[in-house]
């Protein structure tokens, strides 16, 4: 009898030890009979992706897929992507407060008035009830680096599984760089200029210097000395003066990208180019010092005139064309040339070796599918190109290419199905998994 009670006793305490196990194991979801597309262009077809606790288990054409799983069935024409990444995003950020007001002191404002705030953090001001949160997965957006709205020094770049209001519950990291860019502080504090912004970069890494020496000296003596004051503002910069976060520098044209360079020269900090309209004109410059660029499709707009010689009625646009005169020539092969140059702002990045990957940076995620496609059409870009710009290539530049960016085993669960290849014109968003999350999108296009 002592036996049995003794054997009944073990049985019972092995059930209520691996209760917790049990309970912390998910069942698993699948895609079966789907074609998935990998960040460097290798297709499956026909093939079945498995994910658990927001990892994804296994995917190939052989796969076995396990007991517990929700399967779901593709029939072999749907397509899977890596979730796409945005690399800067504003979604959720609160406006730029109103600086009309003058300073009592416009020479020594605050730090907030002149826009010197990279103590902020992203995750603690964001609206996350924003329809931005809702929308980007519609787009095929599964993760982004989200930083505020603002001037100078706007704050902490927080990292983020896009899962609408839940997005919150769902920071993957706080911090993983601070958003710079050369913006006046409005109105008529200082600085007020590209150069008084130069002058008080450095001022503040001689500030930030000078603390941190204080507070050394301060924790390693024993003698009567004051402790010095905190500054927050200050401190936050310690960690990209030791390069261990970078600045996320929103910068376009050649000249300020000269004048980023200089900064970096003097001051030797890691950065990230946010934007990079004009990058391209500083390809070289940007390989040779190893500078990614998280570049914006925020596209020009096609001349008119262009549009009206691409008209179908041949008689009308050769009639417009008849008007022209040299003059008029002269300055739209200027115009096209410039056009052109622009479109190909990537192309020209990618063929000088530079590392490029995607950011919003302001542009609505309702142009984003129409740029996308005129990058394919105009851009000189593949399909894949853009896939890997929109992926892959973020995800390694955030620091991140090691978890997310391309669908294989052991990755975070964060890819989009679609109905057609991504880039055409047609195209939806039917599911989008955002480490792990499923949410489905049956009736709704990607580029409404």
Partial sequence: MKLVRTTVLCIALLMVYSLPVLSQTSPAEA????????????????GTIVWRNGVITSLGKDVTIPFDAYVRDGGDSLHVYPGFIDGLAHWGSPDIA????????PGNPSYARAGIQPDRSAADQLKFDDSAFDDAPKHGFTTAAIGLKGRMLAGQ?????????????????????????FEEAGGTAYPSTTMGIMTTFRQLFNDAEALRQQQQYYASTSGNYSAPEKDKVLEALYPVMDQEQPFYFAVDSKENIERLFWLQD????????????????????????????LASIDLPEKPDWKKAEEKEDESEAKEE?????????????????????????????????????YASH?????????????????????????????TQNTAEILGYGNKMGDIAAGNMASFTVFSKPFTE???KVLFSVSDGKLSEFESESSNE
């Fill in 98 to 105: 109103n600086d009309s007001k003058q300073p009592d002191e």
């Fill in 266 to 293: 003097e001051l030797g900090f890691e950065v990230v180019i946010v934007s990079g309209k004009e990058a391209y004109k500083k390809a070289d410059a940007l390989k040779e010092r190893n500078i990614p660029v």
């Fill in 425 to 427: 014109k047609e195209t």
């Fill in 321 to 357: 064309l008849e008007e022209v005169t040299e003059e008029m020539r002269v300055f739209r092969d200027r115009q096209l040339t410039a056009y052109k140059a622009d479109i190909r702002n990537i192309r020209k990045l990618v063929d000088a070796g530079v590392k490029v990957g």
């Fill in 31 to 46: 895609f079966k009979n789907v074609i998935i597309h990998a960040a460097d262009g290798e297709t499956i077809e026909s």
């Fill in 362 to 390: 302001g542009i609505k995620l309702s142009d984003i599918q129409k740029n996308i496609i005129t990058l394919n059409e105009e851009g000189e870009l593949s399909e894949g190109d853009i896939l890997k710009m929109l």
């Fill in 157 to 181: 770049v927080d990292l983020f599984s896009i899962n609408g209001e839940k997005t919150k519950e769902h920071m993957l990291e706080n911090g993983i760089g601070v958003l710079a860019q």
